[in-house]
């Protein structure tokens, strides 16, 4: 099973709207290079879905859900393929720790930022899944307060500006 990465602006399409829809037309590639890694994706294979704009960050696991197929909607010769949600990640992974991450320094995400659809390799995965349970100083101290019996709202990531952008 191949893993990929797919690209969207949560302010367009966001991986809350792709929960609540349980699955969607993936469409929208144009990029001869995206569009190649597109049509390689088969069902069953994980996607990682990544917000760009503000947020840039891994957020949400999807699953190939159809075959790649020519998007009749698009006269330019694209395509598309249905994608089914999974789950959302417990803690977004942003751009920034990926950048930081030494063993990611051939991901395609960090040399051609333009692709909407890129491949993710097994080590990569696992990698970039790893830092769903790696806690944050943000974090860390919020479950500190919990504790302690003083947790703060301003740590909850459900209050910051992207999550309320996200609904």
Do not use: C
């Not at 966001?14 to 569009?35: F, I, K, M, Q």
């Not at 959302?88 to 991450?101: F, K």
């Not at 019996?149 to 992207?162: L, N, Q, V």
């Amino acid at each position: 099973m191949a893993g990929w990465l797919a690209k969207t602006d949560p302010d367009t399409y966001g991986y809350p709207d792709l929960e609540r829809e349980r699955s969607t037309e993936w469409d929208g590639v144009h990029n001869p290079l995206a569009l190649r890694y597109l049509r390689q994706m088969v069902p069953g294979d994980a996607v990682m879905i990544y917000h760009s704009g503000a947020e840039r960050a891994v957020v949400g696991i999807a699953r190939v859900a159809s075959v790649p197929h020519p998007d009749p909607k698009d006269d330019r010769g694209s395509w598309s393929v249905r994608l089914a949600a999974v789950r959302r990640l417990r803690t977004t992974v942003p751009l920034s720790a990926l950048r930081g991450e030494p063993s990611l320094r051939g991901f395609a995400l960090l040399r051609f930022s333009r692709l909407s659809v890129m491949p993710v390799d097994a080590d990569q995965w696992r990698t970039i899944l790893s830092y769903e349970s790696r806690a944050s100083p943000e974090s860390a101290s919020s479950a500190r307060a919990r504790r302690e019996g003083r947790a703060r709202a301003s740590a909850s990531p459900r209050t910051d500006t992207a999550a309320r952008r996200r609904r």
